[in-house]
Nanobody, 127 residues
Framework: QVQLVESGGGLVQAGDSLRLSCTASTQILSNYCMGWFRQAPGKEREFVAAINWSGRNTYHAESVKGRFTISRDNAKNTVDLEMNSLKSEDTALYYC????????????????????WGQGTQVTVSS
């Protein structure tokens, strides 16, 4: 069972930045497509961003394009989400997830297609 661990969440003000990080101690993440999802209170979990195994292809939800950037460092076994210009509507529990093994250029954006998940890290943006 792969266990992912997210870190970097916190309480910030609107306009601030945060960098989330995801890693796994028992699994080499370079074999997988990796994604970030979020769930706000009373809402369904939604796709935020994904990155293919090599890092060459990335996908971002329209709501975060131009503000958030997903990246990965396979040598360090980490996947990061840089979040800039945060808004109150970005407040949510953010989850890291992996799908695969997947050596294609494409990644899924549906949460049900992902195979393992972290416990989440809370991001709260005050306006």
């Amino acid at each position: 069972q792969v266990q992912l661990v997210e870190s970097g969440g916190g309480l910030v003000q609107a306009g601030d930045s945060l960098r989330l990080s995801c890693t796994a101690s028992t699994q080499i993440l370079s074999n997988y497509c990796m994604g970030w999802f979020r769930q706000a209170p009373g809402k369904e979990r939604e796709f935020v961003a994904a990155i293919n195994w090599s890092g060459r292809n990335t996908y971002h939800a329209e709501s975060v394009k131009g503000r958030f950037t997903i990246s990965r460092d396979n040598a360090k076994n980490t996947v990061d989400l840089e979040m800039n210009s945060l808004k109150s509507e970005d407040t949510a529990l953010y989850y890291c997830a992996g799908e695969g093994p997947n050596y294609s250029d494409r990644c899924p954006i549906n949460d049900y297609e992902y195979d393992f998940w972290g416990q989440g890290t809370q991001v709260t943006v005050s306006s």
